[in-house]
């Protein structure tokens, strides 16, 4: 299977792990990890040729590298994990030449799901049970 982060995603939980250790928020260390994080994570799209798109996740993977690695001078250990623990799905669609920024079949349910609940005014409990079938069928193969 493959996996994606969401690039969106990415960048913007950042910020409570930069809280959860300890940095002040729109410092300037706040600020440079930030720009640094949303700069890698922007992926230039129309690129067709197999070997630039190759060199460019090489050079985006090198400078996460460096940003982890500042974190841990930092001291940020959070920042430093989630970031280390994200790098392996980080750049999966643009390698595979997919459309799409994040191929997450969660993400996809969501916007419907949330949809039915506040125009359709679905319970809650049933949202729920709609979106256990959903994702039974995508991950388990389930078909109701």
Known sequence: MIVQRCL????????????????????????????????????RSLV????????MVALKRQRLEQLIEQCRRQGWSSCATYLENAASDMFTAVLHRLEGRTVSLVERVMRTINLRINVGK??????????????AY???????
């Open 8 to 43: 969106w995603h990415i960048p913007h939980q950042f910020k409570w792990y930069l809280w959860n250790d300890g940095v002040r928020r729109r410092s300037k260390a706040w600020l440079d990890a930030l720009a640094q994080l949303l700069d890698i994570c922007a992926i």
């Open 48 to 55: 067709e040729d197999q070997k630039v798109i190759a060199r």
């Open 122 to 135: 679905w319970s809650l409990s049933g949202a729920l049970n709609a979106t256990k079938v959903r994702l």
């Open 138 to 144: 995508y991950y388990n193969g389930f078909d109701a």
